[in-house]
């Protein structure tokens, strides 16, 4: 049985948390088991080298910030490999490159292509543990490159699926998957079992455990994911197949993202294409964007509003420059964040949409943009309301029973 393991940034903080994590490795490698282990760098280090970087530059080159970010998981791949060796087993740590682990040539955020397995195969085969340094890999031209935010648990799931592994775990500081996000409602619970588009959703609309390019590949490969803590011994949240799951609640979970700006161009030329030339422009230079809302045209002008992280303000500024002349004004707020219900259930039962709103609106919250898709609800509200609204939305669908 061959079983990918990963430890976050938190399980890897320091040298006894490293040998923490080694014990639970061994413990695993003692029931018979081949083990890959991806991990990140040591909690708070890759913050500490972004911080490094921008002491120079607000915008510094991308492929000098991947050079110094990608060293934080080399520190600890092969900090993890001595300690493994100190215990009498053959370890072995692997850069992303090392690993196989082939990426586009886009900085500070690439794709993974492919990952040549031989080399990972070849050391399982002579016994070794290999630990892989997440969050890398390499591009095409040969230049090192990092994943982006998440980039960890994408190189373990990516690992998983291209070695057809049995399990992969993903352990972090937090027991399982919850129905929101605990520090804010304390009667938050646990979920034993999750779908791959519950996941999905949750995670793309900032919930922390997973990130969604992690939970995508997995559903695109079939990796069955386990997400535990390494603290503990408790079983965690498996996100598998919608069909794996017995009972299936209208409203699984709340989550929260606080990482949103909201942009607003107003007195756009209402023509066909300027849509096209606005978001060709931001997808251009790599920038995300989540929802859109558009009104209705008047005297040939229209307005457009539109979310994309608050982490890329900067960036979007510098592209949407161009468009100042040729429109009335482009504002951003940075106040507000984005609250969400999902639910494999809500297929299946009307109204969950309107309890949303009147709930909200009781507590005199105001709903400035709205989303929703088959198993989900999006809503962008005042930031000051964020915990307030996960709260009480959390208690209007029940999830604390």
């Given at each position: 049985?061959?079983?990918?393991?990963?430890?976050?940034?938190?399980?890897?903080?320091?040298?006894?948390?490293?040998?923490?994590?080694?014990?639970?490795?061994?413990?695993?490698?003692?029931?018979?088991k081949?083990?890959?282990?991806?991990?990140?760098?040591?909690?708070?280090?890759t913050?500490?080298?972004i911080?490094?970087?921008?002491?120079?530059?607000?915008?510094?080159?991308e492929?000098?910030?991947?050079?110094?970010?990608?060293?934080?998981?080399?520190?600890?791949?092969?900090?993890?490999?001595?300690?493994?060796?100190?215990?009498?087993?053959?370890?072995?740590?692997?850069?992303?490159?090392?690993?196989?682990?082939?990426?586009?040539?886009?900085?500070?955020?690439?794709?993974?292509?492919?990952?040549?397995?031989?080399?990972?195969?070849?050391?399982?085969?002579?016994?070794?543990?290999v630990?892989?340094?997440?969050?890398?890999?390499?591009?095409?031209?040969?230049?090192?490159?990092?994943?982006?935010?998440?980039?960890?648990?994408?190189s373990?799931?990516?690992?998983?699926?291209?070695?057809?592994?049995?399990l992969?775990?993903?352990?972090?500081?937090?027991?399982?998957?919850?129905?929101?996000?605990?520090?804010?409602?304390?009667?938050?619970?646990?979920?034993?079992?999750?779908?791959?588009?519950?996941?999905?959703?949750?995670?793309?609309?900032?919930?922390?455990?997973?990130?969604?390019?992690?939970?995508?590949?997995a559903?695109?490969?079939?990796?069955?994911?386990?997400?535990?803590?390494?603290?503990?011994?408790?079983?965690?949240?498996?996100?598998?197949?919608?069909?794996?799951?017995?009972?299936?609640?209208?409203?699984?979970g709340?989550?929260?993202?606080?990482?949103?700006?909201?942009?607003?161009?107003?007195?756009?030329?209402?023509?066909?294409?300027?849509?096209?030339?606005?978001?060709?422009?931001?997808?251009?230079?790599?920038?995300?964007?989540?929802?859109?809302?558009?009104?209705?045209?008047?005297?040939?002008?229209?307005?457009?509003?539109?979310?994309?992280?608050?982490?890329?303000?900067?960036?979007?500024?510098?592209?949407?420059?161009?468009?100042?002349?040729?429109?009335?004004?482009?504002?951003?707020?940075?106040?507000?964040?984005?609250?969400?219900?999902?639910?494999?259930?809500?297929?299946?039962?009307?109204?969950?949409?309107?309890?949303?709103?009147?709930?909200?609106?009781?507590?005199?919250?105001?709903?400035?943009?709205?989303?929703?898709?088959?198993?989900?609800?999006?809503?962008?509200?005042?930031?000051?309301?964020?915990?307030?609204?996960?709260?009480?939305?959390?208690?209007?669908?029940?999830?604390?029973?």
């Amino acid at each position: 049985m061959l079983v990918v393991q990963k430890y976050g940034g938190t399980s890897m903080g320091d040298c006894q948390r490293i040998q923490n994590v080694a014990n639970r490795v061994m413990q695993t490698k003692r029931t018979g088991k081949s083990i890959v282990v991806v991990v990140s760098a040591m909690s708070g280090q890759t913050d500490t080298l972004i911080g490094w970087t921008k002491y120079f530059s607000k915008l510094p080159n991308e492929r000098e910030v991947d050079m110094v970010l990608s060293s934080g998981e080399r520190v600890t791949s092969a900090l993890l490999a001595i300690a493994l060796e100190s215990m009498g087993q053959k370890a072995i740590s692997l850069s992303g490159r090392g690993a196989g682990i082939l990426t586009d040539n886009t900085h500070t955020k690439a794709r993974i292509e492919h990952i040549d397995t031989k080399k990972i195969t070849d050391l399982l085969l002579q016994d070794y543990i290999v630990v892989v340094s997440g969050f890398q890999g390499i591009g095409q031209n040969g230049e090192v490159t990092t994943l982006g935010r998440g980039g960890s648990d994408l190189s373990a799931v990516a690992i998983a699926g291209a070695l057809k592994a049995d399990l992969c775990e993903i352990y972090t500081d937090v027991d399982g998957v919850y129905t929101t996000d605990p520090r804010i409602e304390k009667k938050a619970k646990k979920i034993d079992r999750i779908s791959y588009d519950e996941m999905l959703e949750l995670a793309s609309m900032g919930a922390k455990v997973l990130l969604n390019r992690s939970v995508e590949l997995a559903k695109k490969w079939n990796v069955p994911l386990v997400t535990r803590s390494s603290f503990t011994q408790d079983q965690g949240t498996l996100i598998t197949m919608e069909e794996n799951i017995m009972e299936k609640p209208i409203v699984s979970g709340v989550a929260l993202d606080k990482n949103q700006a909201r942009v607003s161009i107003a007195d756009v030329d209402d023509r066909p294409g300027i849509a096209a030339e606005i978001f060709g422009a931001l997808a251009d230079d790599n920038i995300n964007v989540d929802m859109i809302v558009q009104t209705i045209g008047r005297d040939g002008r229209t307005d457009i509003d539109f979310t994309i992280p608050k982490t890329e303000e900067e960036q979007a500024k510098k592209v949407l420059e161009k468009f100042l002349n040729s429109v009335g004004s482009i504002d951003y707020d940075c106040e507000i964040a984005k609250v969400s219900i999902v639910g494999v259930g809500m297929k299946s039962h009307s109204g969950v949409a309107s309890t949303a709103f009147k709930t909200l609106a009781k507590e005199n919250i105001n709903i400035m943009m709205i989303s929703t898709s088959e198993i989900k609800v999006s809503m962008i509200i005042d930031l000051k309301y964020a915990e307030l609204a996960v709260r009480t939305l959390h208690c209007a669908y029940e999830l604390d029973k």
